[in-house]
């Protein structure tokens, strides 16, 4: 619920600076606090008086303005603060925050801020494809920050692509569902999620791993944990995660990956096997390094333990889902898969597609059901695509309750 609640807006210098106008008016229509907080590039696209006659509030541009001389207006603004909405996120303020950089008051009230802080990049589509400032946006992610994808379409420099800021409602909807108390339905339930990719060793320097970058894996434990559960993120080495509150073991290998999911599923209620593991482990890793010789090479394989069949085969209560990156007959192959190694819902994605799935932002998948049934989800964000996993374990877990 996003009445009564104390948001900060703050406005970075876009074009799609004219959409925070209405979204201003929005929250207040919606019974929120609003205060603006603008930088100076923004003032050259919208004006403070806009805002100001919108919110009833006098906006925020100037760290050294001695108006209020007893406050520090950027601790003031980040204290007060129920969470904090930059919208447009330009690349440069994304890139100062993700870097701990607080050269004007709102990178500052961001350095300052504990509330949560949702990021709506809007940029022109090589600027938003730049590794730069998706390196940036990972950081932030990584530190718990929510990032509201931009979308395609129509852009103001005359192009079109990737870059148009989320629409104000998509916005306000991400805020108002962080704060639903609905959403901590999964209070009291314990998840275990695996992530990435397990690396196997030839010799000292050389390795077999896979394009797995435990995006997928890292949504659904955040988002659990978002809701509520007590979670355990079982994480390759490959993936870069940090949250306070979740319980992150990182391991690098699949016998490792075996023991530690083991041990953590124990316990759980929801195991959600998101990380690829290896199926084959070099038989004997050489101690040193393999020297090259004129002849070919046969490295000799062994099977690795099937984590998944056998949290099938012992799964008791628990709620298992499993994931199939499928090239092609993805509906066969994920159908047998579930049967096979007795989940009760497997997510299934086409891997031959380079704009979704390894590594990328966004998935669109299907969801295979025990019961035969299924439902698609039509290509979007991973935080999206975790979100819909775990309402249907959620549906899962009540329908046996019930
Ligand atoms: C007409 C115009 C439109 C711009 N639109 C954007 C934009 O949509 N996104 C962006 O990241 N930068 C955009 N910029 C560049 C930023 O304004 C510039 O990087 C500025 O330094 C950002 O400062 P700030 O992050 O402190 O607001 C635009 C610049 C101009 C002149």
Redesign the pocket.
Known sequence: MIEKKRIIIG??????AYKSCYMASRLIHMGAEVRVC?????C??VTPLTFESLTHNAVNTDMFSRETPMNVTHIALAEWADAIIVA???????G?AANGICD?L??TVLMAAKAPVFYA????TN?YENPALQKNLEVLRSRGAHIIEPAEGA???GTSGK?R?AEPEEIIGAVDAFFDEKKRDMAGVKVVVSAGATIEDIDKVRFLSNRSSGKMGCAIAREACRRGAAVTLVAGENVRFSDADIDVVFVRSAADMHWAVTEAGKEADVVVMAAAVADYTPKKPFDGKIKKSADDMTIELSRTKDILKELGEHKGERILVGFAAEADDMERYAKDKLKRKNLDMIVANDISRKDIGFGTQENEVTLYYKDGSSSSIDKCGKDIVAKRILDDVMRMMEDRND
């Not at 406005?11 to 799609?16: C, K, L, P, R, Y």
């Not at 603008?38 to 923004?42: L, R």
Request: proline share 6%; with cysteine; glycine share 8%.
């Open positions: 406005v970075s210098g876009g074009i799609a603008m930088t100076e590039s923004a050259h696209f447009p996120a330009t690349a440069n303020l994304i100062k004007d709102l990178s990049p809007a940029m022109n600027m852009l103001a420099c870059g800021m």
